[in-house]
């Protein structure tokens, strides 16, 4: 049977035309994948340039719609990110592709579509109010508090004591569907919850069975209760889609109909409920009706804060893992070195440096514990002097980027984290977040990166529908400005109009002035909707820690970021630089977890003399992915410091062919 879609030369030469540069063509590990549109899994090595790749391939599907029988493609990404950025690319050249039967999207949005928003629907008549984890838990605080019918007030005590005994497992348990039957576990992909009464005093005495049971079902049907009320953690809506498919076990034949093709990108980052998801859906034991391709590298699992070491991508078997080997990225020196850290080397695995523009060393800067401070500042000297020597071309793209795994290990100079390099590391605590527990901190931290009043006006509206939250109206900020035009059109003006005099001036660090202002709206803000200010009052008038550090004017040098010799070095962990390309990249070791070795290079100490990594040590592992990651962003400079003692006692045989090694 022919296949459906049939890549020919001049599709591949199209595509080249709108992703790559003048004069670039596709090579032929790249034009391999692009012409195939079977179930396969591609292992791509960094700076492979595999979202192109994939991109190539949806611009020529997007040719080839609509498919026979009207059926769709369906794309997935782990983050909004990257989907924005496939539809910023692409978006223009394909308007069948991204409309009606298509879709693209995360895989929380593809869930809540498809499942679990359908069997809400079914089971309770209604859409969710919301899924959304911040209005989740502002409900278990609202609720928590509340008595719960069919239970008496002992059995109510227990429980409640139990969960204030068990720090945080309030927010994190869920239901699970087993047995025909729900229970609750302590957290998604997690066991069940063993009831145990807290230890108190000398005569302790364990709650009996029937009084475990009993805080069982209390925690059951507090859950249930918030679901009733159409209140979603991100995590709920994989119980939903579970029990859905397990009660109409025809979805699962409806989806893969509906979608003929498949693909996932950054599978390495899925969590393992999503995979098992996605596999039972779409792959279906191999019995599936839908074409279903799973793109990624496994080396790179470090998501989300985390080091995954569980193995939840198992590769195809029968000839259905490809590769693609060679790294734009990466010069033949640098790719040499992370291809010894790979911890998965699935297929054909191996990691070629093609990019030609510059080769040099990786070096080595062999700092003391009396001069690290200078570490920075001799990369900085290292960059300069290639730029002068033309070994680094100066371009509006470039970026140099100084990383490490730890932050910060406090008072303790045996125990090193990014910190005790830079001093003045700014950490998340003080960046912009979504979700904020006082008004002024709505007003403080936005980003103050971007050029536009847009992400001030973005945290004006967040403040203002968490107000509403607090006093049970529940909007997303579409919603309340749509409804404000429809139904308040003088009302929705004067929001329009006070939302820009608020942004403008929060950027002209007027806070004290904006806060007041905001503070007084609020009252008729809320008369709109019939309510008071009850609920949100301790929000709104209570002050954060934070304020005064944040009412002066911002200050001209940028957080974590220096600028020692005319360009800009930015200082930030590993985890945040995931995906990213640098033109120089220097990677500091990092004290991380107690043991025999503790910092990456004396647990990678033989990775660094070019040999393949292999040892089974949980941290070594975790180590080595860090260091994958780390090592490879860089185009044309990778440096990594060592302190002298690690150096003298694990590195001093390394392979000076192969490293620059500059002693500070």
């Not at 990404?77 to 990257?82: G, R």
């Not at 998501?303 to 991508?313: K, P, R, S």
Request: net charge positive; charged share 25%.
């Amino acid at each position: 049977m022919l296949p459906e879609i049939n890549v020919l030369e001049e599709d591949i030469k199209y595509a080249e035309s709108i992703l790559l540069p003048g004069g670039k063509v596709f090579d032929d590990e790249r034009r391999e994948f692009i012409k195939n549109f079977e179930t396969i899994d591609l292992q791509a090595v960094p700076g492979s340039g595999k979202t192109t790749a994939l991109l190539a391939k949806l611009l020529i599907l997007e040719t080839r719609l609509p498919l026979l029988n009207n059926r769709g493609v369906l794309i997935l990404s782990h983050t909004n990110t990257a989907v924005d950025e496939i539809k910023e690319k692409i978006g223009k050249h394909c308007p069948k592709l991204f409309s009606y039967p298509n879709f693209i999207g995360t895989i929380q949005s593809f869930v809540d579509q498809f499942l679990a928003i359908p069997y809400y629907q079914t089971k309770y008549k209604n859409r969710p109010y919301r899924i959304d984890n911040e209005i989740y838990n502002e409900t278990v605080d609202k609720l928590f508090s509340a008595h719960l019918k069919g239970f008496n007030l002992q059995e109510s005590k227990n429980a409640k004591y139990f969960i204030r005994s068990n720090e945080g497992i309030i927010y994190k348990y869920r239901l699970s569907f087993a047995d025909n039957k729900l229970d609750i576990i302590s957290a998604l992909n997690k066991n069940s919850v063993n009831v145990v009464k807290p230890r108190r005093g000398k005569d302790w005495q364990d709650f009996t069975q029937h009084e475990k049971d009993r805080v069982i079902k209390w925690m059951v049907s507090f859950k249930l209760k918030i679901l009733l009320k159409g209140i979603l953690h991100f995590d709920d809506a994989y119980f939903l889609s579970e029990i859905y498919l397990k009660r109409f076990p025809k979805i699962k034949m409806i989806l893969q109909k509906r979608f003929k093709y498949i693909f996932v990108d950054e599978m390495q980052d899925v969590d393992i409920h999503q995979y098992d998801l996605l596999e039972k859906i779409f792959y279906d034991n191999d019995n599936s009706l839908s074409n279903y391709q799973r793109i990624g590298d496994k080396n790179q699992a470090i998501y989300n804060g985390d080091v995954g070491l569980d193995e939840i991508w198992i590769f195809r078997d029968n000839g259905r893992t490809k590769n693609i080997n060679g790294s734009q990225r990466l010069s033949q020196n640098i790719a040499e070195l992370v291809d010894c850290l790979a911890l998965s080397r699935d297929g054909n695995f191996k990691i070629e440096g093609k990019n030609e523009n510059c080769n040099l060393k990786p070096h080595l800067i062999v700092y003391s514990l009396e001069n690290i401070k200078n570490v920075i500042p001799k990369f900085s000297e290292i960059i300069y002097n290639y730029i002068a020597s033309g070994d680094i071309e100066i371009t509006q793209k470039n970026k140099y980027k100084v990383i490490g795994w730890s932050r910060d290990k406090i008072n303790d100079i045996n125990k090193l984290g990014i910190k005790d390099y830079y001093e003045e590391l700014i950490t998340n605590t003080s960046k912009q977040k979504i979700d904020y527990e006082n008004l002024d901190s709505y007003l403080i931290f936005f980003d103050k990166d971007k050029r536009t009043l847009e992400p001030v006006r973005k945290n004006i509206l967040n403040a203002l529908i968490k107000i509403l939250r607090f006093e049970d109206i529940y909007f997303s900020k579409r919603e309340l400005l749509d409804y404000l035009e429809t139904t308040h059109a003088e009302k929705y003006i004067d929001l329009k109009r006070n939302l820009y005099l608020w942004s403008i001036n929060l950027v002209r660090n007027k806070f004290e002035e904006v806060y007041l202002s905001v503070k007084s709206y609020v009252p008729d803000f809320l008369y709109i909707f019939g309510k008071n200010i009850n609920e949100s009052s301790s929000f709104i008038n209570t002050a954060s820690s934070t304020q005064q550090i944040f009412v002066a004017p911002t200050p001209v040098k940028n957080p974590n970021q220096e600028n020692f010799h005319g360009f800009d070095i930015n200082i930030s962990t590993i985890h945040s630089v995931k995906g990213e390309t640098h033109t120089a990249t220097l990677y500091l070791e990092t004290y991380y977890q107690n043991g025999n070795d503790n910092y990456e290079t004396q647990r990678l100490s033989d990775q660094f003399k070019f040999a393949n990594f292999c040892k089974t040590k949980k941290y070594h592992k975790q180590s080595t992915k860090m260091a994958y990651v780390g090592f490879s962003r860089p185009t044309h400079l990778l440096c990594v410091a060592v302190c002298k003692t690690r150096f003298d006692s694990h590195l001093r045989d390394i392979n000076a062919d192969k490293w620059n090694i500059i002693e500070i």
